[in-house]
């Protein structure tokens, strides 16, 4: 169990700080809430008293014999701050301590967060963003803002991310992952494209985006500015990273190919057509009155993964690319056969082998691959979480980029 301390600021997104509260609690964990004095103008002390255990003050003069303003902080396995309003970005960057919460960050020596919350224009302010980068200079986590709807009718980034969102990065932080992949860009796509017959039916596949989506989670809890580029994905886009929707091979290429420029890796985790149909109907294709099946012609779709290798500048090593291949075995050859034929082919660093004989990994939990190497070695990573999977790929990674 992990003494964690939660700091709600004062805003409108302060309601949901009391269900990331009841994520922790559920699951184990100590928490102490430290509110701003405006906080308790969106959510009372004893709603966070209740829902803690803990009582809630707010000055640093309240219980003075504990000397909370200290005590806390040195106490605690982790701070975080959601939401973190302007406000309070600026006191935490600028080293204040005028109320209890802005001690404790002072005090506090375990990791912190902050889950910023406020208007679009505040978040895009220069003197917000530089607070932001002083915080992270120090060695904070700072998640983005997540984009959607704020106070009134207003829309855009800015929004508090959601406590599911926000709850998958503490626990990272408190598994102690590294944060190797800070002041690095990655690019990451996941699902499965769609080629339309018709407009009605496609072409596509069973591949549900939640590898891919795991992964961007994970380089994001390591530090790395992610872009995802999902094809019909229905998930949720994990806190902090940048979403791009897509949904044919064709739009597929476009957004990795240019969201790849100055990146340091490119994960394609997402599984492509292979073809498309040769014409596309205008209008549903009826049955005929024969009962004979139409004929639909296939053209072979562009290949990303080779062409992303194929269009790396041969003297840079940047950005690594690692792929993903979906097999299974036939007649002529096995899992691992075909795999490793496929990395000969595309050229890439890294293919991660995925064994999808019956299609028992589409859309669960788990996941079970093997990371095959471009120098030749196999790395078989057994059965686990594909949130587990997702970070031993980027350790593998991480180790390449060096």
């Not at 959510?43 to 005590?71: C, I, K, M, Y």
């Not at 891919?212 to 886009?237: C, D, F, I, Q, S």
Request: glycine letters at 8%.
């Amino acid at each position: 169990m992990s003494s964690i301390v939660l700091g709600v600021s004062g805003g409108v997104a302060a309601y949901k700080a009391a269900l990331l509260l009841r994520l922790f609690t559920e699951s184990g964990h100590d928490v102490r809430v430290v509110p701003t004095d405006s906080a308790l103008n969106f959510v009372g002390a004893a709603t966070w008293e209740a829902l803690s255990g803990h009582p809630v003050q707010t000055a640093t003069f309240d219980n003075v014999p504990e000397v909370p303003h200290v005590r806390i902080g040195q106490s605690a396995d982790l701070v975080i701050v959601a939401p973190a309003t302007a406000n309070t970005l600026a006191r935490a960057a600028q080293g204040l301590a005028d109320d209890l919460l802005t001690n404790t960050l002072l005090t506090a020596r375990c990791p912190v967060v902050f889950a910023p919350a406020m208007h679009t224009e505040m978040w895009e302010h220069p003197a917000t963003q530089a607070n932001v980068a002083t915080l992270r200079e120090r060695g904070a986590i700072v998640i983005d803002p997540a984009v959607g709807r704020l106070t009134g009718a207003d829309s855009g980034a800015g929004r508090l991310p959601d406590p599911e969102d926000i709850y998958a990065v503490c626990v990272n932080v408190l598994a102690g992952r590294p944060r190797d992949l800070a002041g690095r860009r990655v690019v990451v796509s996941a699902g499965g494209t769609r080629e339309f017959l018709d407009p009605v039916r496609f072409l596509g596949n069973r591949s549900s985006g939640r590898q891919g989506l795991a992964l961007a989670e994970a380089a994001a809890a390591r530090g790395a500015e992610v872009t995802l580029v999902a094809a019909n994905v229905a998930l949720p886009t994990p806190a902090g990273v940048e979403r791009i929707d897509v949904t044919t091979t064709s739009e597929l290429r476009d957004a990795v190919l240019k969201s790849s420029v100055g990146a340091d890796a490119v994960v394609m985790a997402a599984a492509p057509a292979d073809f498309r149909p040769a014409t596309y109907a205008d209008a549903k294709i009826k049955k005929r009155p024969d009962g004979a099946a139409p004929t639909i012609e296939l053209v072979e779709n562009p290949d990303i993964l080779a062409e992303l290798v194929r269009t790396r500048p041969a003297d840079v090593a940047e950005p690594f690319i690692a792929g993903f291949a979906a097999e299974t075995g036939d007649e002529n050859g096995g899992v691992l056969d075909h795999a490793r034929a496929k990395l000969a082919r595309k050229g890439c660093d890294l293919l991660v082998v995925n064994d999808v004989s019956g299609g028992g990994v589409f859309g669960q939990e788990d996941n079970d691959v093997l990371l095959l190497t471009a120098d030749g070695e196999a790395q078989p990573v057994g059965q686990r979480p594909k949130t587990e999977v997702a970070h031993v790929i980027w350790d593998t990674i991480v180790q390449r980029l060096g």
